[in-house]
Structure formats: C-alpha cells, structure tokens
C-alpha cells in the first residue's frame, strides 16, 4: 500500500473510530497513527538500501554512534538510548556487528560489570563506505518538504521527543 493509500485508509477510518470510542481523543490517536505510518514508510524507504550494504539501519546507526565518539566507544546501554531501541534487540544487533567484524566488545576496565563496545577499523570503513551511498535516499526521502518545512518538522519532533518523557503512569498516578 502507497503512503498515499495509507493517508486514505486514515482518513475513512478515523470517523469510525471516534464513533466507536467517544472517549479517545482523535486528534492525538491521528497524530500517533499518522507517526507509526511514517515510522513504516521510512523503515520500507531505507531497508533496501541498508540490506545492499550488508546492514540495518540499526547498526548502521550504532557505527555512525560510535565513529563519531572521539573515543570510538559506548556502553551497550549508551548505543540503546541513543538508537531507540531495547537492550535486548540492541543485544542482537551487536551480536551481528561482533559477528562481522565491526565492533569489539570488552569489559570497562573502570567497572568489571559493564562493558564497551568499540569500532573496529573494518567498522569504521563501513560506515565510511556506506554514508555516501545513503545521501541520494536520505535526499529523496524529504524532497517533497520546503526546507522550512523541514525545520518546522524536527523542530515540532524534538518538542515531542521532550514532551514524550512525561511517564503515562505518572500521569494516571496523578489522577
């Protein structure tokens, strides 16, 4: 289905659902609705791209993470905050990266119970190697958008990531 299509079934759908469940709020529910659809619609855009380099976007962000560390390390913890995604899926992706070559993983000499995740020459080749094939994609992905748009829309996404650290238990908690 087309981003178009979706847009379509999105707006059929939403008189339904405020029928049916007077009491969600849809303007909200569109808003997640509409960030979910993006959030496929990208991960759709970009996968062939990461999979023809032999990556995910995933750990394709974790070796941008950690090429630009001045260090080149990170704890696993640091690189799951950071590529928005649990420990446990964080876990496997650098399994992978181990796997291939990319990363090394070690004990903190600071803290036997942590560990460190460092790029290897190999790593950071490949994320050398793979960022200039994503400029055309990544270009393509926004084009549609005015570059005032484009500011308008990371700006309005940073104050939602902000706003979104406001624990939905806290907020029934308070009730």
Not at 46 to 57: A, C, D, I, Q, Y
Not at 63 to 71: F, G, Q, R
Not at 98 to 106: F, K, L, N, T
């Amino acid at each position: 289905m087309k981003g178009s299509e979706r847009l379509t079934q999105v707006a059929i759908s939403t008189p339904l659902m405020a029928r049916a469940l007077p009491d969600l709020p849809m303007p909200g529910t569109v808003m997640v609705r509409l960030l979910r659809i993006t959030e496929f619609g990208l991960s759709n855009f970009f996968e062939p791209v990461f999979r023809s380099m032999g990556l995910t976007e995933n750990t394709f962000h974790v070796l941008c993470l950690l090429v630009s560390n001045e260090s080149g390390t990170a704890s696993p913890g640091e690189l799951s905050e950071m590529v928005g995604t649990s420990r446990a899926n964080m876990t496997r992706l650098l399994e992978a990266l181990i796997e291939d070559g990319h990363v090394a993983r070690s004990i903190d000499p600071r803290d036997a119970r942590r560990h460190v995740i460092s790029i290897t020459p190999e790593g950071r080749a490949k994320a050398l190697d793979a960022a200039p094939q994503l400029r055309d994609p990544i270009e393509t992905a926004f084009s549609d958008l005015s570059a005032k748009e484009f500011a308008l829309l990371e700006s309005v996404l940073r104050k939602l990531i902000v706003s979104l650290d406001k624990s939905p238990r806290s907020l029934r908690a308070a009730a």
